[in-house]
Each structure stands twice: as C-alpha cells, then as structure tokens.
C-alpha cells in the first residue's frame, strides 16, 4: 500500500512563495514518476508539474519558469518550490504517484493566493 502526504500549504500574498512536500511510505526511487496536481473550485484537476524515476521534470504551461519539483533523498520527499504565486494559482493540490500499474494520491493541500 502507497501512502502519499502532503504538507506546506497555506495563505500567501501574489508574489511570494511556498514550498509542498509530499512524503511516500517506501523509497520515492521505486516510482516510475511523481508529481503534483491541483484542482481549484469549479474545475478540473490539472496537471501542474511531474519527475520521473530518471529525474526528467515536466511542467505545465501555466507555472513553467515559476514552478520547480524536484526530490529531496535526504527526507524521502517530492517537493515543489512555487515562486511569483498568482491569485489564479489558489488551488488544492496534490501529490500524485505511478507505480506498478497504480496511481496513488494525498489527500490534499489547500494553497491560497491573495491579491
């Protein structure tokens, strides 16, 4: 069983800052990939950013050169570091994982951007 845990979210002005982890049960290496998305009120979840096992990183449109994932060994985490936040980017996000023919999800953080 996969257990996926996200932490860091919360209220921020346009223009600051925020970082997500997700914490796996078991090696985040044994992951064909992981990766965030959000889903604000009314809409689809969307992609927001993914790694792969070999370390190649994909990015929607919307947060590319704003958005950065990336894997922390040290803590077993999947993080993403969020700069130059926009109302638009007020969501709950989640942590998202493939493995072994499965997808896993968190449960969720809520992300809220000011204007």
């Known amino acids: 069983q996969v257990q996926l845990v996200e932490s860091g979210g919360g209220l921020v002005q346009a223009g600051g800052s925020l970082r997500l982890s997700c914490a796996a049960s078991g090696s985040i290496f044994r992951f064909n990939t992981m990766g965030w998305y959000r889903q604000a009120p009314g809409k689809q979840r969307e992609l927001v950013a993914y790694?792969?096992?070999?370390?190649?990183?994909n990015y929607a449109d919307s947060v590319k050169a704003r958005f950065t994932i990336s894997r922390d060994t040290a803590k077993n985490t999947v993080d993403l570091q969020m700069n130059s936040l926009k109302p638009e980017d007020t969501a709950i996000y989640y942590c998202?994982?493939?493995?072994?023919?499965?997808?896993?999800w968190g449960q969720g953080t809520q992300i809220t951007v000011s204007s």
């Open positions: 998202n994982a493939y493995y072994n023919l499965e997808i896993y």
């Open positions: 790694i792969t096992g070999g370390g190649r990183t």
